[in-house]
């Protein structure tokens, strides 16, 4: 029998037995119906259900009401016994001595017997085995949308009707495989709206966009799949990074909130009474700031830590697809692209300046006047002087000797590196005053290059020496920043903000000039510069170097720091006037020149200056805890 005759069943190929017409005309054993759909029964109308439960022709797949009850078709039943007198229905050749194996008999060595499949996946099982009993199947099929083991797969692959159905490896979720407006195998892929598409939909909505089969797409796709998985390293190690440093920001706010607090307390124990209400305020203005900080990183923490955890789900999601679905792979990795895309600016950084750490200041400043008012009101009714003698006095003592304990002024080598970092001041490169020869990494890192860069016009950008500066200015307080020397000549220091970048290299450089100052590593020791003075300093090499601008004491000091130690290298400040009035006569040229000019450097807004003078200068801005992890990735 060969199956291409209008008398012979398209899903078993032998004669009609107890034939059926479906709406759409086409005749079917009932027998072989009610095979193909055991759940359906033998009286209901075949088909695949689509979507509402609605039922399709096995040939044809037009649709026909569920539940249609199908009668014998008496006369083409008749038909057939005529034919079957007659002898017609006998083919030619030896096959009808040899009937095709029932459909619940397959050998059991067939290709797709269970033992074929890894124990921990469950295989696709074939819909047309009866249930219970379902074995596993061979090849899926997107036109029947059903899946077939070897014996049931017999008419698609003998029938010439069923020859153009298209057959692919067992699908577990056929009906994703469908069209949803038009319920046919999604065969084509739109590269403009990134969609897998049907024939319905590329000729009516896509028509003139880029169509593409989707065995071709997967294949580009997968071409660049490396290039985008390394991507996504990529972009979770700088998520990671990102968190790490939002996390040591919300642990810097709150430890220096924590000692604010103390200082404040301690500031406000020492002064009157009168002053509980003003402690009140400026403890809430701390916290206040702490708060509205706090709200902020961790905001940005949770921020990043929600995307990494979407590019995780996304890329484990890509793991799991099968290697045969297509439609799967693709929607999965644009899911995965999307996760990628989204948020790939870099996140906000960290705060430039902690706003609340200013309250002791003030309050200092408090302490003092009203120290200042009482001892001269002393003085004035003891009469030990007049009022402009006595103000006079009593500022000069202010200045000289009442100090606080919190004062830098006292601290040498003696200070461990946990005080300064209680001042620690988060530097930020400003790629706008950059010059051509160097080379930034991110906002933390910086090497001086061969190559001028392209960098956009700017007019604070320095045009004659290797040199960046640090946003923001400081005008107030103390401030502490570190930096790794990581090879070269380099220089660090501070700058006034107003110095023009446009004055040449002779007087533009830091220290060379009267508003800046700072330390040099010339490749075998260090140095002070300051108004084109330098002064050697015997300490070794440190990589490390810590700097502490002491605004209200007017003075400038570095570091070298080395396993958490810190030993003072040099300390600039203009020499204390003396009690009686006169000023100090210093035989150090390099001091002279501090006690003639270095206050007029605080009389600006300063920032963090870098100089980078060899050729392969290469400096970082350093991480100001052990546990902080670089994100300049050195090349």
């Not at 069209?179 to 897998?196: D, I, K, M, S, T």
């Not at 604010?260 to 206040?288: C, K, N």
């Not at 075998?524 to 084109?532: A, E, K, L, N, Q």
């Not at 007017?554 to 030993?567: E, H, I, N, P, T």
Request: net charge negative; proline share 8%; charged share 25%.
């Amino acid at each position: 029998m060969d199956g291409s005759g209008p008398f012979s069943c398209p899903i078993c190929l032998e004669p009609l037995r107890e034939p059926v017409t479906l709406p759409c005309g086409h005749n079917f054993c009932l027998a072989c119906l009610g095979a193909l759909w055991p759940h359906r029964g033998a009286g209901v109308s075949g088909g695949t259900s689509g979507p509402g439960g609605t039922a399709r022709c096995p040939l044809c797949q037009e649709p026909f009401p569920d539940g249609l009850q199908l009668r014998k078709n008496h006369t083409l039943s008749e038909l057939l016994q005529m034919r079957q007198g007659s002898g017609l229905t006998k083919g030619p050749g030896p096959e009808p001595s040899a009937p095709s194996a029932p459909p619940s008999a397959p050998e059991p060595s067939a290709p797709c017997a269970p033992e074929s499949w890894p124990a921990d996946e469950e295989p696709v099982r074939c819909d047309a085995c009866p249930e219970g009993a379902a074995l596993p199947a061979k090849l899926s099929c997107l036109s029947c949308l059903a899946s077939f083991c070897p014996a049931h797969l017999g008419p698609h692959e003998r029938s010439p009707a069923l020859r153009g159905h298209r057959l692919v490896l067992p699908l577990r979720r056929l009906e994703e495989s469908l069209c949803p407006r038009h319920l046919r195998p999604l065969e084509h892929y739109c590269r403009a709206e990134r969609v897998c598409l049907c024939e319905a939909c590329a000729a009516q909505e896509h028509r003139g966009h880029e169509l593409v089969p989707l065995e071709q797409e997967r294949a580009l796709q997968e071409a660049e799949q490396s290039k985008v998985m390394s991507a996504v390293e990529d972009r979770m190690d700088e998520l990671g990074a990102g968190i790490a440093q939002s996390r040591r920001t919300v642990a810097l706010i709150k430890s220096a909130a924590v000692a604010e607090r103390e200082r404040v307390s301690r500031l406000f124990a020492e002064a009157s009474a009168t002053l509980q209400r003003f402690q009140t305020e400026v403890l809430g203005f701390i916290d206040e700031g702490e708060a509205t900080m706090l709200s902020r990183s961790q905001g940005d923490l949770r921020r990043q830590e929600a995307q990494r955890g979407r590019l995780s789900r996304a890329r484990h999601n890509l793991s799991q697809v099968p290697e045969a679905d297509s439609i799967s792979y693709l929607q999965e990795f644009l899911a995965l692209r999307l996760a990628l895309e989204e948020g790939c600016g870099p996140g906000p950084g960290p705060p430039r300046e902690l706003s609340f750490t200013k309250s002791s200041q003030a309050v200092r400043a408090v302490r003092e006047l009203l120290a200042a008012a009482c001892t001269s009101q002393w003085e004035q009714l003891q009469g030990l002087g007049s009022d402009e003698d006595g103000l006079q006095k009593s500022g000069s003592e202010v200045d000289v000797d009442s100090q606080g304990p919190d004062s830098t002024s006292h601290l040498e080598s003696e200070a461990t590196r946990d005080y300064f970092l209680k001042f620690a001041y988060i530097v930020d490169l400003d790629s706008d005053t950059a010059d051509k020869f160097l080379q930034l990494f991110g906002t933390k890192g910086v090497k001086r290059v061969l190559s001028p860069i392209n960098y956009p016009e700017s007019p604070t950008r320095f045009t004659h020496c290797e040199q960046v500066l640090g946003e923001g200015a400081l005008d107030r307080g103390t401030y502490y920043w570190e930096v790794e020397i990581i090879e070269g000549w380099v220089s660090v220091g501070v700058m006034a903000e107003g110095f023009s970048p446009q004055e040449p290299y002779d007087r533009g450089r830091l220290g060379r000039n009267p508003l800046s100052c700072c330390l040099q590593w010339n490749g075998r020791s260090f140095s002070v510069w300051f108004y084109g003075l330098e002064v050697p300093l015997p300490q070794p090499f440190s990589p490390t170097v810590g700097v502490c601008l002491e605004y209200a004491d007017r003075a400038l000091a570095f570091y070298a720091v080395q396993d958490g130690k810190m030993s003072l290298l040099r300390r600039l400040r203009a020499s204390k006037p003396r009690r009686n009035g006169g000023p100090t006569a210093p035989t150090d040229p390099f001091q002279n020149c501090l006690d003639n000019h270095f206050l007029g450097l605080f009389s600006h807004r300063l920032k963090p200056a870098f100089f980078l003078e060899s050729v392969d200068a290469h400096l970082q801005i350093g991480p100001l805890k052990k546990s902080c992890i670089s994100v300049l990735k050195r090349r």
